[in-house]
């Protein structure tokens, strides 16, 4: 019997995978769209439900332009958001990044290719990062990116 619990510790994890829309049907994020309005309080009810806090150098790595694009689309009540963060300062390694949102700006899962950014709730700096852009996008209306 105790055997049989100790098997199934054993088995190894299912590496999650957010199920996303085909990648050839994101657009751009341009000033003129709208999108599920995500605001800082929204973004800290994210970091509170995994345990965590807003680190602020997020918002450097926003502003310093380490993200490269967003685009979104949008699929069966979700707003999906890809994007691809610049790992370091030397912008040679990225990670890409996945979220989707309810309309109401609620994340609703994330997953990052960076090795803390196991969905379905990964809050490693580069989900964040592309979070607060949101965040910056919706309250400014415009990204920041590395590619502008
Ligand atoms: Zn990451």
Redesign the pocket.
């Known amino acids: 019997m105790f055997d049989d619990v100790h098997n199934i510790r054993d088995e190894p994890e299912v590496e999650f995978h957010m199920v996303v829309p085909e990648y050839s049907t994101y657009k751009d994020l341009h000033a003129d769209q709208t999108i599920p309005a995500v605001t800082m309080e929204r973004l800290q009810d994210f970091l509170s439900a995994c345990y965590t806090n807003f680190n602020p150098k997020v918002a450097d790595l926003y502003k310093g332009r380490y993200i490269q694009y967003v685009r979104t689309a949008v699929h069966e009540n979700l707003v999906y958001v890809t994007s691809s963060?610049w790992a370091k300062m030397k912008k040679t390694v990225s990670?890409k990044?996945d979220a989707s949102l309810t309309k109401d700006g609620v994340v609703s899962e994330s997953q990052?290719?960076?090795?803390?950014?196991q969905g379905p709730a990964?809050h490693?700096?580069?989900?964040i990062t592309v979070l607060f852009a949101l965040v910056a996008f919706c309250k400014d209306g415009e990204l920041l990116t590395d590619l502008t």
């Open positions: 963060v990670y990044v990052c290719e960076c090795a803390a950014g990964a490693c700096k580069h989900v």
